[in-house]
């Protein structure tokens, strides 16, 4: 009997003691980040039948098992997750929205220093005052392009350290990953010596590193057999047991600037779309840069298109104080497009703008695919930004004022057709920023003064009055049609003057009807109904490619053909063109100077330039004349002709002329120079519905927007992640007061079977003591 009093307090003792050893550490490890509380479970041990009773045996030790909530420790890697994700963002559109509301590095106040100099200059066209405003407008000038190139600059810096937090942040997960694949390997190893027994700190250790790695990047965990698999994104995998998939940081197949992240399959790399990285600190530099950086690249740069393009445009419409017509006022870079490195062909687009106004904040992702059944390939053009597609079956295709072409690539060039699955990116502004600069130097080649002038000779006997001559066009349109009209010509921002050197002449041609004179090697659309077709004028007709090659370009009355950037519109009045007749595309500057006689008994003016087409515009009926034609006319109205325009209105008297004539100087002329200083209020930008002002001023808006956004979201997630934090510590955490109580109470244990122990063995030495 007391060698079984004996056995039940060595239990017991034993009992304390690992109960002692388990609170100590606790206690040892309360600073520890990931550790679990740790309690030591008992039962009774098997009774002995004594007698016909059962008899106590002590106690045995089950085993020390953590306190671990699984599904509160998911909530803390989620939300610790989602903390970090906005932290990431916050921190780097903080950057942008400082330093757009800066007012020293704003564009708001130089872009308005540099239209109040052009508005100075309108009012102050001549002498000393003159040279002094022309100075100061070449003087903004510089200090706006000098402010956008500098935000463009620093842009570019914040894209640069979002590579270098993306090389870092993803060195961190490679870390993160070995660190719980190791600790599978070790934990697997650990159970198969202690026959299953749950190695806790290896495990704490694990979902610690679990969590550090939820900062990251977003994970999901999957227990399988006791090891950590773990995924991230859509399901790419990080660790499989005690297998690493180690990340690489790498170059976009598409820009070599932009870091993305691959990794190794079947040894070559495979990258993954930045798209489905979501969450940690990662997850925030992606969609800070897709969502933030890059909208403000475009934005900053859609504004310095919009003013160098808008600028140049009227800029080129007027002239300088030396007589000559204005040239470009900027300079600035177009669109780029970047074919993806695993293109199979050498081709790549040629991209321009066809319409600045039309421009949007997004980027563009092309490709090239395989038609379904007896469908051509076409080509998919997808707004990055909102995932808008739309596909064409040919090149060129314009999109939101892009126009998209086959380059001419290679050493002589020639254009390489793509191969399907190619892909390219177009990118219309994000480089504009940086590109900007004044072209001019010199005060007297601001061209402030109009190239044309009208008058009416002191002779006229009637009241009639003309205004001033406006040039909408550098381009002209003429026929010696009898039966058809080219209306005026739209120029579009991708025009080249050289296109039209020599004039373009086309020829109509029948059966069936046909322009001929477009160069070989042209490419022609041509739109009606909302519906383009493409050509490639060429020597030989080729039906079957892409797109058709033809001889002659097809005709249809009222359809728009678009070439070389001009766009006109021939159509029949009241019948087609004949055979050989010809329309004419030309310069129209300098102006044609025309006298035009105005005759009672038809209510009409003549004398009109030879194979001018004329039009009339009276509110809002538009009325086109061949060439040749009597012009009615109409007080009030607006006739235009040779790319220019004015009004006439007041009581012509028979005989009386109007004189239409170039300007022989631009000195005392501010014609162009107001209308350059309307460019600041004009709604140029977004389709026509905004102006440089406005268009800055939403960017501005939209970045502040976006920071309040990620700060507001950031507090929340800091306020759910210390209530899981919280929530956890309550279940899982050391709580000292416990601990020593705990230790009070084994103490007491302890001493207790010791005194068991003690009284087993005076006991026993009494038993011994009877038999002597």
Known sequence: MGTNILGIGQSALAAAQMGIATAGHNISNVNTPGYSRQILLQS?????????SFIGQGTQVGEVRRVYNEFIAQQVNSTQSSQNYASAYLNQVQQISNLVADQSAGISPALQEFFSS???LATSPNGTAGSAARQAVLSNASSLVSRIQSMGARLDQVSDDVNNRISQTVTGINGYAKQIADLNDFIETAQSVSGGAAPNDLLDQRDNAVTELSKLVSVSVVNQGGKYNVFMGTGQPLVLGAKVSVLQPTSSLTDPTRLQVSYENNGSLVQINEQSITGGELGGLFAFRSNSLDVSRNSLGRVAVSIATEF????????????????DFFTISGPTSTPSGTNLSDANLAVSFSDVGALTTSDYRVQYLA???????????????DGNVQTSNTLPAVIDGLSLNLAATGAPPAVVPPSVNDEFLVRPTALAASSISVAITDIAKIAAAAPVTTSLPSTNLGSGKISSGVVNSTVLSTSNSANAV????SVGDSFNSSTLTPPLSLTFATAPNSFAGFPVGALVSVTTGGVTSNYEVAAAAAPAATPPKVVNVPYTSGATVTYGGVSFVIKDNPTAPAAGETFTLGSALPVTSATLTYNSAGNNFTGFPANANVTVKNGNTTTSYVAGSAIPYVEGSTISFNG????????????????????????????????LGGLQTKNTMASGTTSFQGAYGQFVSNVGN???????????????????LQAQQSESGVNLDE????LLRYQQAYQAAGKLMQIASQLFDALLALGR
């Open 644 to 675: 220019l325009s004015f009004t006439v209105s007041g009581a012509y008297v028979n005989g009386d002329v109007v004189k239409i004539a170039g300007n022989p100087t631009g000195t005392g002329d501010n014609r162009n120079a107001t209308l």
């Open 312 to 327: 140049n445009d009227q800029h080129k419409l007027g002239q300088d104080l030396n007589g000559q017509i204005g040239k």
């Open 44 to 52: 009774a041990a098997a009774a002995q039948n004594v007698g016909g």
């Open 706 to 724: 976006k920071a309040h956004e990620m700060e507001v979201s950031k507090s929340a997630e800091t306020k759910l992640l210390s209530q899981a």
């Open 486 to 489: 080219i209306g005026s010509v």
């Open 739 to 742: 601990e020593a109580a705990n």
């Open 371 to 385: 038609g379904v059944g007896p469908a051509p390939n076409y080509y998919k053009i997808t707004r990055v930004s």
């Open 118 to 120: 052009i508005q100075n």
